[in-house]
Nanobody, 124 residues
């Protein structure tokens, strides 16, 4: 199983970034997919998740209305579109796969497979 995250970078406040996560080695549409982020010394924080079918999504309050999540089950890709970025969004972002196909879970301990992380830096 491999999850490969990409799309991070350094941007200014108010800019946008799109993170992508490509999955292999799993039956992709059987997994919920999530994005988490982490800053040094802090626990991994839930950002957003999408159910296996793509019909259900969920966002952390801190990103609601600014971030969107989507998936393409034909291409085994999940995307996180991040708009109106703020300095507090600065973190390493991780994609993860949850074997619970239906519904959304926000606890990182429920996710069984993780990507390597991609850095997002937002400067003011």
């Amino acid at each position: 199983v491999q999850l490969q995250a990409s799309g991070g970078g350094s941007v200014q406040t108010g800019d946008s970034l799109r993170l992508s996560c490509s999955a292999s080695g799993i039956t992709f549409n059987s997994y919920g997919m999530g994005w988490f982020r982490q800053t040094p010394g802090m626990e991994r924080e839930f950002v957003s998740a999408i159910s296996g079918s793509g019909r259900t999504t969920h966002f952390a309050d801190s990103v609601q209305g600014r971030f969107t999540i989507s998936r393409d089950n034909a291409k085994n890709i999940v995307n996180l579109q991040m708009n109106n970025l703020k300095p507090e969004d600065t973190a390493v972002y991780f994609c993860a796969a949850d074997p619970k196909r239906l519904g959304i879970r926000t606890d990182p301990r429920d996710y069984t497979h993780w990507g390597q992380g991609t850095q997002v830096t937002v400067s003011s």
